[in-house]
């Protein structure tokens, strides 16, 4: 008798948790109804001088993408030539997190739907920003202020997104007067390491869209590859993990 209570007891809880539209984790970073599992995330836009020839619309296919897949603390920010000198994290949101045991369908979703038509608007406002002065990026000075967020918002799963040439031009390196040779970023990661400037990331997934594309459409190919080996270097000592390269948003598998 109490066998066949329990049985039925499991199979009305379940008949209510899929009326209701209540779901279980998936194992793909959402629920089985698609909604995003709880992540710290940032999401990071180079805007300094050598991305001027990225057309904005990719940013936007990032954005969105990041958007609809993200749950919990969301920072959105500007990588420019002066990154350490102001506030990077433009934007800054909660995004509703939803519990197949706890949330009403209809309020999260509502709830869903005005936090992200307010972090769209303010995207859009960051996207008419003025077109930037030629020169780099100061991604290393990025990388610091999202590992201080991390820091602030720590959470099971952390995710960075950087949309960026790569092209690093501030004072602590230079890559487009280094043929960056390994031993030569072995030996800038460990001055960054012994100085107290590497960032710590561990275990951090980052997801890197756009190395390589520069304002100089000629840069050889090797050196778009050189770009790729230090930037995979430098990540890894941080003791991040990190996704396949890719230039468009459409090929990146952003989970």
Request: net charge negative; aromatic share 8%.
């Amino acid at each position: 008798m109490r066998t066949h209570f329990a049985i039925t007891a499991i199979i009305a809880i379940a008949s209510t948790l899929i009326a209701t539209g209540c779901s279980l984790p998936n194992t793909d970073g959402t629920t089985s109804a698609g909604r995003p599992k709880k992540a710290t995330t940032v999401l990071l836009f180079d805007m300094s001088g050598s991305s001027v020839g990225v057309p904005r619309a990719q940013y936007e296919k990032v954005f969105r993408r990041v958007l609809e897949r993200s749950a919990g603390p969301l920072a959105i920010g500007v990588i420019d030539g002066n990154s350490g000198g102001r506030e990077l994290l433009e934007i800054t949101v909660e995004l509703p997190t939803y519990s197949a045991v706890f949330s009403n369908p209809r309020v999260y979703d509502k709830e869903r739907t005005t936090a992200e038509s307010s972090v769209t608007k303010a995207f859009d406002e960051l996207m008419l920003r003025e077109p930037p002065q030629p020169g780099g990026s100061a991604l290393l000075d990025a990388l610091d202020v999202a590992d201080q967020y991390f820091e602030a918002h720590p959470n099971d799963r952390q995710r960075l997104v950087l949309v960026t040439d790569g092209a690093e031009e501030s004072e602590r390196l230079k890559v487009r007067k280094s043929k960056l040779p390994t031993h030569s970023v072995d030996a800038f990661i460990e001055r960054e390491r012994a100085d107290g400037l590497l960032p710590s990331l561990d275990d951090t997934e980052v997801y890197m869209f756009g190395v390589g594309w520069v304002d100089d459409a000629s840069m050889p190919s090797e050196k778009r590859r050189a770009l790729e080996r230090f930037w995979k270097r430098y990540l890894t000592a941080t003791g991040a993990s990190i996704a396949p390269y890719g230039i468009s948003a459409s090929t990146i598998k952003f989970p």
